[in-house]
């Protein structure tokens, strides 16, 4: 499956958008970006999901024969366990990301002068659904890190002045809670970014044994299509170590956010946001193709 089509139709919109003058084009164009983000994301998390199983299978396949048939019972029973909570927390950092988006959905509304009163209520119903989602992920420990170890300090937050009243009263509102709701989905992805490099490295150790150094070793002849094999294991390895791409977008899209908020935001700022979204995309891809049947 392709994943980068997308995004590049994406980022030529964002960028043509970003040309304009008008600072309310950059909040649409920004809300375009986070859509596009959360869209990466949800793809990553998938991906990330599935890599945990792998990887814990191979662990428990290769722990097997040493095991009689009570300690195999009580070994896949609690890693089904751990697996379990592990999937939860990446829904909910799925469904606080999806929230992300809707707010921001709505301000990139706000960034018109005819925009209706009623988005401000919506906007707060979407924060007051982040806040409740909060205090779970911030809870949440992934492998042996806490996510809340890992949340960004509080910064500043500066309004710059806008032509739209409705838009400039939300941020001043909220602004800076939706950027500690930023730094709450970056750290949550930080934390993640260590045990998916993890799970790949032991997923991907296991084919190179398997189907790379084991066939080459052997006194039988090396199969037909090993160079390939050992191409593709040996590239996937390479982009194991790429696995921070996720946090390194959702903290571009929180600084992002900040400079946006005080009229300090660049062409090159939303260009470089849809370049890490483009990576995303490319590791979740990259994660998709070391499954094997």
Same mark, same amino acid.
């Given at each position: 499956?392709?994943?980068?089509?997308?995004?590049? #139709?994406?980022?030529?919109?964002?960028?043509?958008?970003?040309?304009?003058?008008?600072? %309310?084009?950059?909040?649409?164009?920004?809300?375009?970006?986070?859509?596009?983000?959360? +869209?990466? !994301?949800?793809?990553? @998390?998938?991906?990330? $999901?599935?890599?945990?199983?792998?990887?814990?299978?191979?662990?428990? @396949?290769?722990?097997?024969?040493? %095991?009689? =048939?009570?300690?195999?019972?009580?070994?896949?029973?609690? *890693?089904?366990?751990?697996?379990?909570?592990?999937?939860?927390?990446?829904?909910?950092?799925?469904?606080?990301?999806?929230? %992300?988006? &809707?707010?921001?959905?709505?301000?990139?509304?706000?960034?018109?002068?005819?925009?209706?009163?009623?988005?401000?209520?919506?906007?707060?119903?979407?924060?007051?659904?982040?806040?409740?989602?909060?205090?779970v992920l911030k809870?949440?420990?992934?492998?042996?890190?806490?996510? !809340?170890?890992?949340?960004?300090?509080?910064?500043?937050?500066? #309004? $710059?002045?806008?032509?739209?009243?409705?838009?400039? *009263?939300?941020?001043?509102?909220?602004?800076?809670?939706? =950027?500690?709701?930023?730094?709450?989905?970056?750290?949550?992805? !930080? #934390?993640?970014?260590?045990?998916?490099?993890? &799970?790949?490295?032991? =997923?991907?150790?296991?084919?190179?044994?398997?189907?790379?150094?084991?066939?080459?070793? !052997? $006194?039988s002849d090396v199969?037909?299509?090993?160079?390939? +094999?050992?191409? =593709?294991?040996?590239?996937?390895?390479?982009?194991?170590?790429?696995? $921070?791409?996720?946090?390194?977008?959702?903290?571009?899209?929180?600084?992002?956010?900040?400079?946006?908020?005080?009229?300090?935001?660049?062409?090159?700022?939303?260009?470089?946001?849809?370049?890490?979204?483009? #990576?995303?995309?490319?590791?979740?891809?990259?994660?998709?193709?070391?499954?094997?049947?």
């Amino acid at each position: 499956m392709r994943f980068r089509q997308l995004s590049i #139709v994406l980022a030529t919109c964002l960028v043509l958008s970003g040309c304009a003058s008008n600072r %309310l084009a950059q909040f649409r164009s920004f809300s375009q970006a986070g859509a596009a983000y959360v +869209k990466a !994301s949800d793809v990553f @998390l998938d991906q990330a $999901g599935v890599a945990a199983v792998r990887g814990d299978s191979a662990l428990l @396949l290769k722990s097997r024969a040493d %095991l009689d =048939e009570e300690q195999r019972r009580t070994a896949i029973l609690t *890693k089904n366990e751990l697996l379990g909570k592990r999937l939860v927390i990446l829904r909910q950092i799925k469904a606080h990301g999806r929230l %992300l988006r &809707d707010y921001f959905d709505v301000i990139g509304e706000m960034a018109d002068s005819k925009a209706p009163e009623s988005l401000g209520i919506a906007a707060k119903g979407v924060y007051e659904s982040l806040a409740k989602l909060s205090p779970v992920l911030k809870s949440a420990t992934i492998g042996g890190s806490s996510v !809340s170890g890992a949340i960004p300090p509080v910064v500043s937050m500066v #309004v $710059g002045s806008l032509k739209v009243n409705a838009l400039e *009263k939300e941020l001043q509102e909220r602004s800076a809670l939706i =950027e500690r709701e930023l730094a709450l989905q970056e750290a949550a992805l !930080s #934390v993640l970014a260590h045990e998916l490099q993890t &799970d790949l490295e032991i =997923e991907l150790n296991v084919q190179n044994a398997r189907d790379v150094i084991g066939p080459y070793v !052997s $006194g039988s002849d090396v199969p037909q299509g090993w160079s390939a +094999k050992r191409v =593709e294991v040996l590239s996937a390895v390479v982009a194991s170590q790429t696995a $921070g791409a996720a946090s390194q977008a959702a903290n571009r899209l929180r600084l992002s956010f900040q400079k946006l908020v005080a009229n300090q935001l660049g062409n090159d700022s939303l260009s470089s946001l849809i370049g890490d979204i483009n #990576v995303i995309l490319d590791l979740a891809e990259q994660i998709n193709g070391t499954r094997r049947q």
